[in-house]
């Protein structure tokens, strides 16, 4: 299947127009129908509730098979993966630049990464750089 004839439905879990930075207790989705990457279906749904698991049947019932939200605490990470539903999490901003960026395909890099996970990512890299650059020092013949 060409890329460009895929399907797929998309929840963005949000809040006032952004996206909401936890899912554990975000209230609302946006349920996008993407075809040809276009959205050609969009509906709003309520994901409040006190159980965790009802808040991945809603999803299920709205059809979704991609979830993008803020931070998702890793026990219901995993409980919405498990009921195949591909999750991109640690996303933050604009509803609307957010859909832009997952139509493009752009989620991956740090543009949309919450900013306390851009920090993270920068803290990771440098302590990388630092030891590969120790281990050059340390190896080096004086």
């Not at 965790?52 to 809603?58: E, N, T």
């Not at 539903?85 to 933050?92: A, C, E, N, R």
């Not at 803290?123 to 050059?136: F, L, M, Q, V």
């Amino acid at each position: 299947m060409d890329a460009n004839d895929q399907e797929t439905t998309v929840a963005f879990a949000v809040w006032n127009d952004r996206i909401a930075p936890m899912f554990d207790v975000a209230r609302q989705a946006q349920v996008m129908h993407v075809k040809s990457g276009q959205v050609v279906a969009m509906k709003a749904i309520s994901i409040e509730t006190q159980q965790p698991i009802q808040k991945v049947l809603r999803l299920i019932e709205a059809g979704v098979d991609t979830l993008v939200c803020g931070d998702i605490s890793r026990q219901l990470h995993a409980t919405v993966e498990a009921y195949g539903i591909h999750v991109f999490s640690s996303i933050g901003g604009d509803v609307r630049d957010v859909l832009e960026a997952f139509l493009l395909g752009g989620l991956e890099g740090k543009e949309y990464a919450m900013p306390a996970k851009v920090r993270q990512r920068r803290k990771s890299s440098s302590i990388a750089d630092y030891h590969r650059h120790s281990k050059k020092v340390v190896g080096e013949k004086h």
